[in-house]
């Protein structure tokens, strides 16, 4: 499985679900935070991202799979 990754200043929706009329953000940036799985040696890497929603003045940190690229606006 491919997984995309965001450049910053690229737009994006958070998902499930994304509604046509759901807020847009701009990713600010990109960290790999390890996450520690019950019964497994090794910690997991995942993806999470800043992004800034319009309309907003803080910032939320999604993980990559919370997140989709919007397309055509």
Do not use: F, N
């Amino acid at each position: 499985m491919t997984v995309e990754r965001y450049a910053p200043g690229t737009l994006v929706r958070k998902r499930p679900p994304c509604h046509p009329d759901s807020t847009i953000g701009t990713v600010i940036k990109r960290e790999v935070w390890e996450r520690k799985r019950k019964g497994k040696l090794e910690p997991q890497k995942i993806s999470y991202y800043e992004i800034l929603w319009r309309g907003k003045t803080r910032t939320d940190w999604l993980p990559q799979q919370r997140i989709k690229k919007v397309e055509g606006v």
